[in-house]
């Protein structure tokens, strides 16, 4: 800094200081002082300086018992000197991970974001796993603390892959890092596939659960996406279950965003309730129709259910941030711990070897009687030159050399050891520490099976309480304007030409949500796309308008108009997938004069008759043509159409209601994210018209019946998805939890049947097999019992049991102890002999449900062979 002497306003100031340059050295010196030392984790260990500096306090109070949380915090300042805030936020952060520490009090509750108790109430201990993990003086590397007054780790000598089963997330001078945490065991898994040359692939798991769609992960890097959803369930009709949320989200922000979401009219609800304790439950009551799928729908898209992360991987690598993807981390961790054991092997070598070392010195000099040769001797030399020449004639079988230090130690020998001198035991145990340094080096030779092994005692010693909780899956994109409430209403002026939500004393049209668009249609054969607002003009004299869907091929206008240049009378038929908002598109073969002369808007492309009436003339005998639309081809938007007659047309009147002229809708299961699909994703479950119905059965024995609307929802755990054909028989075996056998019913359903469940309701039955096939059979194994093992049964299920009523019990399987149950293929039907076989089967209706089959007509095959 440059010091000189100026004269201003005729004062003299002198040693004036230049600050140019100073702002920008001492923000670089902050930046970095940020970076290094508060926000960004070491790669070495994965932890934050306030972070390693807790850990360290507390294993130097560790003995066992708890400590009081703001004595921890008290002693952690004298190696953090930024305030006792930063290190108890810092503290219950990682007790909240549950895997360093052992707590005790309130430490908060992550789920519904409330904060833990005052310091003074809490305590805390360093778990098992952290005093097996964490620590190792002998291998740490030390530097003074910020004073001078104590020593703390560079870092930790952590053997395992912590900073990628904590996650972390830092804000620092001019970058950040997110790393998201994952699963225990799946990490552990990862670094042994690391050690065995494999490159793994590993994904986040949240404590919070839900859903996560890890498509554009991109290893955790920058660019990277994470989309994670809550788990909601349906209850019943009205009611919606949330029982996991996002990661980042707590059930008081989650609640919020319902709220707000309700308020603005994306969704309707009519009361939300949060019962979280132990575990998250938020409960979800939904106004009279209103669709339980639809509003699961919406809540991913306009709520918290789902939201959006961005990982970040940054960590200090050689005091320098590097970005790096977090299979790259898994690797540098793996090794790393590959060279800890490594030094921790070779600590452990030398001390058996000094250990081995001396006990031979030792039983040398007993067992050579070497001290009475010093018994006599006056200076510390001679004893010194004494001991060695006695050692001399027995050392070459030693590891090293005898040097001072060592023969001092033999003089410090208790007279008492010499006397009680055991020389058998000498040798046990000297042969005890050659065993184990054989051990040793056995280790160091074969390091990376060391390390499998070590790894795999991790596993086998913590790794049960370490489930995954979030699920992986792969999410459907969900259209907003497909799944938000309509909760406004569309209004009409025709003769004026407006539209919009605010027109209350004109005519009526739909619901609507403040994100649609609105399609118009004109008298002068013109149409155009807008989007809802309070008032908006689209041209006078509307014929039609509507919320218009984009893509939609099964809306189908029809309409007939007289042709401004020709005068000829033409008709077609359209449908208006996608067009430009605020463009007028013009759908006769002329603009101007053409006039449009009867218009509808069929939602499944119904095709009507109409008649149209010709103006009397002299030279016409027939004043009436019939139309049918269903003979019109279906075209696109910009198509003339066919010409009906050249002469003038007085009206045109309906005939009749048209049916739909569309082929039946053809659906697709995609089993990957759950849903319907038209795009020919998954499995084909068939051709379907309006009144067709979704059969669905599940592991816990739910049938269902639904609609093939492609917003439905279905069950994670379904084994059974199929066009639900009302002729056919259900064939089901389970186990009757309370009578402890097994049991198989037939059965049929009837089309207004909702969700039922058809085994009996206890806690231990399970469905072991359900099948829709004409004539299923099954193949029953016994439990091998006295040494005897029973032939195993095929069994017809068409020929075993009738059908009954789905509330029947159904006939017990067999007395026997069965092994397992297998579903074969189904022997061969002929459906076209169906009608004629019909009459012959009787559906046994079971009123009062029998526990015994004395009451049961039908004659049991038995397999009680």
């Not at 005093?131 to 190792?136: F, S």
């Not at 979280?276 to 939904?286: D, S």
């Not at 139309?627 to 005939?655: D, H, M, P, Q, Y």
Request: hydrophobic share 35%; proline share 2%; net charge positive.
């Amino acid at each position: 800094m440059n010091k000189e002497s100026n004269n201003i306003n005729g004062e003299n100031l002198k040693d004036v200081i230049h600050i140019s340059g100073m702002y920008k050295k001492w923000f670089l010196d902050y930046a970095s002082y940020v970076i290094l030392a508060r926000s960004v984790p070491y790669i070495e260990d994965g932890l934050k300086p306030v972070q390693r500096r807790i850990l360290h306090s507390l294993k130097e109070l560790d003995d066992g018992r708890y400590h009081k949380v703001a004595n921890v915090i008290g002693h952690t300042m004298k190696y953090h000197p930024h305030g006792d805030a930063s290190i108890g936020d810092a503290l219950v952060q990682v007790g909240q991970k549950n895997l360093l520490l052992d707590m005790q009090g309130n430490w908060g509750n992550t789920f519904t974001g409330d904060k833990a108790a005052a310091s003074r109430y809490i305590e805390v201990r360093l778990s098992k796993f952290a005093l097996e993990v964490l620590y190792n003086s002998k291998i740490t590397e030390w530097i003074s603390s910020y004073d001078s007054r104590s020593k703390e780790p560079v870092t930790l000598p952590v053997k395992f892959p912590l900073l990628l089963t904590h996650g972390v997330e830092g804000i620092a001078v001019g970058l950040s890092t997110k790393i998201m945490p994952h699963n225990f065991n799946e990490l552990i898994d990862a670094s042994i596939r690391v050690l065995k040359g494999v490159k793994p692939r590993i994904f986040p798991d949240f404590f919070s659960g839900g859903m996560a769609d890890f498509t554009n992960y991109n290893d955790g890097k920058r660019g990277g996406r994470i989309r994670v959803r809550a788990k909601i369930s349906q209850e019943d009709k009205s009611t919606l279950i949330i029982s996991e949320i996002p990661f980042s989200t707590t059930t008081t922000s989650l609640i919020s965003s319902i709220i707000k979401a309700n308020d603005k009219g994306k969704i309707k609800i009519k009361k939300i309730e949060d019962n979280t304790a132990e575990n998250v439950e938020i409960a979800i009551t939904l106004p009279a129709k209103v669709s339980p799928d639809k509003t699961i729908d919406a809540l991913y898209s306009f709520t918290d259910c789902e939201v959006s992360i961005s990982p970040l991987s940054c960590v200090i690598e050689e005091e320098t941030p590097k970005f790096l993807g977090v299979s790259e981390i898994l690797y540098i961790s793996t090794n790393r711990t590959l060279d800890l054991l490594k030094q921790e092997l070779e600590v452990v070598l030398n001390e058996m070897q000094e250990k081995w070392h001396f006990a031979s010195l030792e039983r040398i000099f007993i067992e050579n009687r070497i001290y009475h040769q010093i018994e006599e001797l006056e200076s510390w030399e001679e004893v010194i030159s004494t001991i060695h020449k006695g050692l001399k004639p027995h050392t070459k079988n030693l590891l090293r050399e005898v040097i001072d230090e060592d023969v001092s130690r033999l003089t410090e020998i208790k007279i008492k050891r010499i006397t009680k001198f055991d020389l058998d035991k000498a040798k046990n145990d000297i042969l005890k520490l050659e065993e184990r340094i054989k051990e040793v080096k056995h280790n160091l030779n074969n390091l990376t099976d060391y390390a499998i092994a070590y790894f795999k005692k991790l596993k086998k010693d913590y790794g049960k309480e370490f489930k995954r909780k979030t699920e992986i899956k792969t999410f459907e994109n969900i259209e907003a304007k497909k799944v938000v409430v309509a909760s406004k209403k569309l209004y009409v002026n025709r003769k004026e030409g407006f539209i919009g939500t605010t027109l209350r004393k004109d005519e009526y049209v739909c619901d609507c949500s403040d994100i649609d668009d609105i399609i118009a249609f004109k008298k002068d054969g013109s149409m155009i796309k807008t989007k809802v607002d309070d008032k908006t003009f689209v041209g006078k004299d509307i014929i039609h308008c509507g919320v218009f869907k984009k893509g939609d091929e099964r809306t189908i206008y029809n309409m007939i108009y007289k042709d401004g240049k020709s005068g000829n009378t033409m008709i077609k038929r359209f449908a208006v997938k996608g067009i430009t908002r605020n463009k007028e598109y013009t759908l006769t073969k002329t603009n101007k004069g053409s006039k449009v002369l009867y218009f509808t808007a069929n939602p499944n492309g119904q095709a009507e008759q109409v008649t149209i009436h010709l103006r009397a003339l002299q030279r016409l005998k027939k004043l009436k043509i019939d139309v049918n639309f269903s003979e019109i081809t279906i075209k696109g938007r910009s198509a003339n159409g066919n010409i009906i007659t050249k002469n003038t047309v007085k009206k045109v009147e309906l005939k009749s209601e048209g049916i739909s002229t569309l082929s039946a809708r053809k659906i697709w299961f995609d089993d990957a994210v759950q849903r319907l699909n038209v795009d020919k994703r998954g499995e084909f479950l068939g051709s379907f018209e309006a009144e067709d119905k979704i059969l669905t059965i599940n592991q816990q024995g739910d049938l269902q019946l639904k609609g093939f609307e492609l917003s439905s929802h279905f069950d994670e755990d379904i084994i059974v998805i199929e066009k639900f054909n009302p002729a056919k028989p259900i064939s089901a075996i389970y186990f009757d939890g309370k009578k402890e056998r097994y049991f198989i019913k037939r059965f049929k359903v009837e089309v207004k049947s909702k969700k039922l469940n058809f085994i009996t309701q206890h806690k231990n039955s399970f469905l072991e097999i359900a099948s829709t096939d004409w004539r299923p059979q099954a193949k029953v194994v016994f439990v091998k019992e006295k040494g005897k093992q029973r032939k195993t049964v095929i069994i017809n299920m068409e020929e075993f049991i009738a059908v009954k009523g789905v509330k029947a019990i159904g006939n017990k399987l067999s007395n026997n102890k069965i092994k397992e149950i297998n579903l074969l293929e189904a022997l061969p039907f002929e459906e076209e002999k169906l009608e004629e076989t019909k009459q012959e089967i009787e559906i046994i209706e079971s009123e009062n449900i029998s526990e015994t089959r004395e009451d049961n007509d039908n004659k049991q095959i038995s397999l009680d062979l």
